[in-house]
T-cell receptor, first 115, second 114 residues
């Protein structure tokens, strides 16, 4: 069975600083990987996805993520954080199941931004 | 934004009462999912549907049932609510033609069982 680990429960950064959120996955085949963001009281919004090809993927809101097969990682990065980036971030791995496509989510990393 | 609505958005109910949550989509997507979100657990899949009248269990299905009689509606029922089912419930949809693993989420329903 696949699993996703987000080692950092809570991260605090200063506005303008760079950001890296870690994600490690366990999956027996080529993974389909996602990052979602959830603002307080809101649903989840897809930031970016990796299916195949270029291992550096660009997403919305200036985020990018790099797939590293050798490290089973898919870390999310942003060069300069804005106060509006404060939210909870979820990494997910997808797989084909019995008649459907399913996602397994990590437990999330909460990002706080200091002005 | 994907056309997904959930109703009600907030509900308080008593232990032992039945509760039905509704997810409605306007995207004509084939797949629909119900998740619950709890602090420290992330999102966990309850049930999913891969077509009208086609449903299956997820990771945490005990105490829940679902139905899908139309493409656009996916209902989640708690037959006899318990305090452990206090949670935020999210519906999601996806469509294999445009990206099989991308799921788009509704705004959520906050359920409190007293």
């Amino acid at each position: 069975a696949q699993s996703v680990t987000q080692p950092d429960i809570h991260i605090t950064v200063s506005e303008g600083a760079s950001l890296e959120l870690r994600c490690n996955y366990s999956y027996g085949a080529t993974p389909y990987l996602f990052w979602y963001v959830q603002s307080p009281g809101q649903g989840l919004q897809l930031l970016l996805k990796y299916f195949s090809g270029d291992t550096l993927v660009q997403g919305i809101k200036g985020f990018e993520a790099e797939f590293k097969r050798s490290q089973s990682s898919f870390n999310l990065r942003k060069p300069s954080v804005h106060w509006s980036d404060a939210a909870e971030y979820f990494c997910a791995v997808g797989r084909s199941g019995a008649g459907s496509y399913q996602l397994t989510f990590g437990k999330g990393t909460k990002l706080s931004v200091i002005p | 934004d994907a056309g997904i609505t959930q109703s009600p958005r907030h509900k308080v109910t008593e232990t032992g009462t039945p509760v039905t949550l509704r997810c409605h989509q306007t995207e004509n997507h084939r797949y629909m999912y119900w998740y619950r979100q709890d602090p420290g657990h992330g999102l966990r899949l309850i049930h999913y549907s891969y077509g009208v009248k086609d449903t299956d269990k997820g990771e945490v299905s005990d105490g829940y049932s679902v139905s899908r009689s139309k493409t656009e509606d996916f209902l989640l029922t708690l037959e006899s609510a318990t305090s452990s089912q206090t949670s935020v419930y999210f519906c999601a949809i996806s469509e294999s033609a445009t990206g099989p693993y991308e799921q788009y989420f509704g705004p959520g329903t906050r359920l409190t069982v007293t």
